[in-house]
């Protein structure tokens, strides 16, 4: 059963607008989330977290919003680039489980020139 | 670079055969993960070390697997007896707190 959802395989955007990137967990017991960046032949590379204290947090073009209720978070890229076009995971972490993540599938997203 | 890194990027190896990995994280980070990811999936998790002392194993980590973290330094992950289904990237991360960071894994394909 899959505790972290990505439910769109891939998005296309154009150069300059916005991505938004969205993931849902089933898990009430998670409190950490977190985004990562992967590109082909790479390890993931950390992108941004949010604690579940907190609807909203912000890294430059990168804001990851996350509503509780919903069980749901969103990672804003805002203005896409070209060099953002990799494969986006979405993870979560359940307080008091040594912080181990629980990954969804990714989402593959494609920067249009 | 003072990232983590794994060894060997790639390993190609007979059904059958053992393989060993090796995984160096950021020096000053005690918690130490691996993880192995399949094509079309995301990580999943395999283990965690927090210094020397591995605190949990994942149900996918069957009894030819087996990893190590002596000193609380680099870690090693061997498979014995390699099958078909055990190919796929091993990941290894690093952290002390929530953020881990990955290396660039080890692409394993058993023929």
């Known amino acids: 059963d899959q505790q972290v959802k990505q439910n769109s395989p891939s998005l296309s955007v154009q150069e300059g607008r916005i991505s938004i990137l969205n993931c849902d967990y089933t898990n009430s017991m998670f409190d950490y989330f977190l985004w990562y960046k992967k590109y082909p032949a790479e390890g993931p590379t950390f992108l941004i977290s949010i604690s579940s204290i907190k609807d909203k947090n912000e890294d430059g073009r990168f804001t990851v919003f996350l509503n509780k209720s919903a069980k749901h978070l969103s990672l804003h890229i805002v203005p896409s680039q070209p060099g953002d076009s990799a494969v986006y995971f979405c993870?979560?972490?359940?307080?008091?489980?040594?912080?181990?993540?629980?990954f969804g599938k990714g989402i593959t997203l494609s920067v249009r020139p | 670079d003072t990232g983590v890194s794994q060894d060997p990027r790639h390993k190609i190896t007979k059904r059958g055969q053992n393989v060993t990995f090796r995984c160096d994280p950021i020096s000053e980070h005690n918690r130490l993960y691996w993880y192995r990811q399949t094509l079309g999936q995301g990580p999943e998790f395999l283990t965690y070390f927090q210094n020397e002392a591995q605190l949990e194993k994942s149900r996918l980590l069957s009894d030819r697997f087996s990893a190590e973290r002596p000193k609380g330094s680099f870690s090693t992950l061997e498979i014995q007896r390699t099958e078909q289904g055990d190919s796929a990237m091993y990941l290894c991360?690093?952290?002390?707190?929530?953020?881990?960071?990955f290396g660039p894994g080890t692409r394993l394909t058993v023929t």
């Open positions: 991360a690093s952290g002390v707190s929530y953020e881990q960071y």
């Open positions: 993870a979560a972490s359940e307080a008091g489980a040594n912080s181990k993540l629980t």
